[in-house]
């Protein structure tokens, strides 16, 4: 299994780091055409408005909004929620996304969060951090705040956290995106 | 819930990575820097070159021209306090602003300490010439570090200088064996457990940003090249021909500096860049790299 990891701008190395702990191998993604060859991606935390005008110069938006409305598996984190849930970009989240919806740098926390179906708390690092609100049934709520704020969240193969797992070294959120991936891959195998 | 950590003001630095910084001196140019694609800005009233030009004391803005700029743009601001200047920097920290830069850009005010940036929420960036002055920022509580250069003169040399220097000591002290660490810790003037760090990881425990100097695409993708996380660029934009393509361009060589055609296509026909200053020319009096060591 190769996982890419969108190398535009933001906290790339860290998922790559992140992916070696799980024993899976990364790939950088800045081309369209290093999308081949991988099984899904992940889009890392960063400044959502300068991922996505770097991904419209690249022209790497709509090849790779395809590939996701087509079912490719997508981790989105923080940066990565945000681009993942607004319509001009990947627009695959049905719900509304609020950027630095807990304030700006002074409100940056760190929370343990009770997430569904991980059996202890995770500990949440939320850094000038959206969450998303109005979310349609087809999305799985798997974690919020203050009741109405979801703070992670899947639909389908589409796998978002608005805090940042690849600064904990905990990497239970990694190895749920890798066993969609697994699930996936079962699925479209001639010998499944 | 926990606010002000060093994970969290570091992982905002780690979130900036492969990004262009830009100093701005009103909203008209905050917006043209936000929608050029920076990763922040630093709001200050005189561009570092026009500092040097003014001469006189360089202090903090008045935060009425900061809050006006967080106001305008949604990416965060970084702004600049003094060197040891512990108000100047409560009061950016008072204002909200998402980062505070120590700064030598500006006139010291305490020539022996720097503030204890530990005791602060709000993150701070310094700047720094080797190693031993990375790790005694980072000591005093710096949550990401850039190269000083030389700030103000659109003369990249400096700070390649400043990167080569420190990515070279950090080599050095990776490779060295467990009972020379102390010795480097006192040879470099630096606290003995981040010596300590390095030696294990072979990187800092920040992100290291390019400054002082960046002036073209092609010197933000040398200093990326070089191993900068990303780059500062102060004077360069605004004092260039055209600050809106000049600025576009830095962000697409800055993040593809390996990708030469693009970035020979990014700086065709963007007009002039900022005229520019010999090292040779500047005063030892004149240069503000020395300050704050």
Redesign the interface.
């Known amino acids: 299994m190769i996982v890419g990891v969108l ?8 998922h790559v780091d992140m992916l070696a702990q799980c024993q899976v191998e990364a790939k950088l993604i ?1 081309k369209v055409g290093d999308l081949t060859g991988i099984d899904g991606i992940i889009i890392p ?3 959502s ?2 991922i996505y ?2 991904l419209v ?1 690249e022209q790497l938006l709509d090849p790779l909004k395809k590939l996701i409305h087509a079912g490719f598996p997508v981790f989105g984190t ?2 990565g929620l945000v681009l993942l849930t607004q319509p001009k970009a990947f627009g695959v989240l049905k719900a509304e996304v609020v ?2 919806g807990f304030g ?8 343990a969060i009770s997430v569904a179906g991980f059996d202890a708390p995770f500990h949440g ?4 951090a959206p969450y998303l609100t109005a979310v349609d049934e087809s999305v799985t709520v798997l974690a919020t705040i203050d009741d109405d704020k979801v703070i992670a969240a899947q639909y389908e193969h589409t796998l978002v956290t608005a805090f ?1 797992p690849e ?1 904990t070294g905990d990497t239970r959120f990694h190895e749920k995106f890798i066993r969609l991936i697994e699930k996936r891959q079962d699925f479209f195998s001639p010998n499944a | 819930m926990e606010k002000g950590t060093t994970l969290v003001k570091r992982g905002m630095a780690q979130m900036q990575k492969g990004g262009v910084i830009m100093d701005v001196a009103n909203v008209e140019q905050a917006k043209i820097a936000e929608a050029a694609g920076a990763v922040a800005v630093m709001a200050l009233e005189r561009v570092p070159s026009d500092i040097r030009a003014a001469g006189g004391v360089a202090r903090m803005s008045d935060p009425a021209m900061i809050e006006q700029i967080m106001a305008a743009v949604t990416i965060p601001v970084m702004a600049k306090a003094r060197i040891g200047h512990l108000v100047e920097a409560r009061v950016l920290e008072a204002v909200g602003v998402d980062y505070i830069d120590e700064s030598e850009v500006l006139t010291p005010a305490d020539d022996t300490y720097h503030i204890d940036k530990t005791a602060f929420e709000v993150p701070f960036v310094c700047g720094c010439r080797d190693l031993g002055e990375a790790l005694r920022r980072i000591g005093e509580g710096a949550s990401m570090l850039r190269t000083k250069g030389e700030p103000g003169t659109g003369n990249i040399i400096e700070a390649v200088r400043h990167m080569e220097k420190v990515n070279e000591q950090i080599a050095q002290v990776q490779a060295a064996q467990p009972n020379q660490l102390m010795t480097i810790a006192r040879d470099l003037r630096a606290p003995y457990d981040l010596v300590k760090y390095v030696h294990e990881n072979g990187k800092l425990p920040v992100i290291n940003f390019a400054a002082g100097g960046v002036s073209t695409p092609a010197d933000a993708a040398l200093m990326m090249n070089l191993g900068a996380d990303g780059v500062f660029v102060g004077s360069g934009i605004f004092h260039s021909e055209n600050p809106e393509k000049f600025a576009k361009a830095i962000v697409a060589a800055t993040a593809h500096p390996t990708d030469y055609a693009l970035i020979a296509e990014v700086s065709k026909n963007i007009g002039k860049p900022m005229k520019g200053i010999e090292m040779a020319t500047l005063s030892d009096d004149q240069k503000m790299a020395s300050r704050g060591v």
Not at chain 1, 7 to 14: D, F, I, P, R, T
Not at chain 1, 104 to 111: A, C, G, V
Not at chain 1, 125 to 128: G, Q
Request: glycine content about 8%; charged content about 30%.
């Open positions: 190398n535009l701008q933001g906290a790339v190395s860290e800045k935390g960063g400044e408005t300068v005008k770097l110069q923080c940066a950027r630095n700006r740098q002074k409100d940056s926390f760190e929370q690092v939320f850094i000038r940042h600064l």
